[in-house]
């Protein structure tokens, strides 16, 4: 496996609507490119382990109240207190399959109401992704599963208001896969792109940020 040797880790976010299948997807997809012997880690945002991560988890289970700004910005130092790890990790060449990014970040609070560009601000400058795995379902479709938990943002109406900010957020970073189909054909998909990212990185291509 050496023809992993000396290029940087790439930065693969999986975003999509709640109940859209990302958590299973991701570790799958981290599994996989373990047994190919790629230097890989699982993350997630919010990361619930830090003091910012256990505000945030207590605001979705509502077990406390804070405006839509407070928690928004919250969201956003939860990215940036992770950030330059995440910059020593990538660098030193491993890669990160991360379960939702600056994009929920961006359509969760948009949904709300605030203001997009406001929303976008304080993400400016975190690790942009070289790819964005969107798992892309109808609302309808995802509330279908079941298992909404009883978090805030886990009902339909709202499921629809972020689907239609996240529509807005496609770059050329972007690859919207049908989450409708079965599982191991999603897998299939994620697997090759992943590779075709990080088999890329050999190129050299330094870490951009957001949202240049
Ligand atoms: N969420 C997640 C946000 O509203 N903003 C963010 O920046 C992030 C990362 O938190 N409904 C929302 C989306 C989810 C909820 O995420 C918890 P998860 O992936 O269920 O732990």
Request: hydrophobic share 35%.
């Given at each position: 496996n050496c023809h992993w040797d000396n290029s940087r880790g790439s930065l693969i976010v999986l975003e999509g609507l709640d109940r859209s299948g990302k958590t299973s997807q991701s570790n799958s997809l981290v599994s996989f490119l373990k047994g190919k012997g790629v230097p890989v880690e699982a993350w997630h945002f919010p990361d619930r382990s830090t003091t910012v991560g256990g505000m945030i988890s207590s605001y979705l289970a509502n077990k406390s109240?804070?405006?839509?700004?407070?928690?928004?910005?919250?969201?956003?130092?939860?990215?940036?207190?992770?950030?330059?790890?995440?910059?020593?990790?990538?660098?030193?060449?491993?890669?990160?399959?991360?379960?939702?990014?600056?994009?929920?970040?961006?359509?969760?609070?948009?949904?709300?109401?605030?203001?997009?560009?406001?929303?976008?601000?304080?993400?400016?400058?975190?690790?942009?992704?070289?790819?964005?795995?969107?798992?892309?379902?109808?609302?309808?479709?995802?509330?279908?599963?079941?298992?909404?938990?009883?978090?805030?943002?886990?009902?339909?109406?709202?499921?629809?208001?972020?689907?239609?900010?996240?529509?807005?957020?496609?770059?050329?970073?972007?690859?919207?896969?049908?989450?409708?189909q079965p599982a191991e054909d999603i897998e299939k998909q994620l697997r090759e792109l992943a590779l075709e990212c990080i088999s890329s990185r050999r190129d050299g291509k330094p870490l951009s940020r957001l949202w240049l």
């Open positions: 109240q804070l405006d839509d700004r407070t928690i928004h910005l919250l969201f956003s130092a939860n990215r940036w207190e992770k950030s330059s790890l995440m910059e020593t990790k990538l660098k030193s060449g491993v890669t990160l399959v991360v379960d939702r990014y600056s994009y929920s970040g961006v359509a969760f609070s948009a949904a709300k109401g605030l203001d997009i560009q406001w929303c976008k601000a304080p993400e400016e400058g975190l690790i942009a992704p070289d790819l964005v795995l969107y798992l892309d379902i109808p609302p309808e479709k995802a509330a279908e599963r079941g298992g909404y938990g009883s978090e805030r943002y886990e009902h339909l109406d709202f499921q629809q208001k972020v689907a239609s900010h996240y529509t807005n957020l496609h770059d050329h970073t972007w690859k919207v896969i049908d989450a409708c």
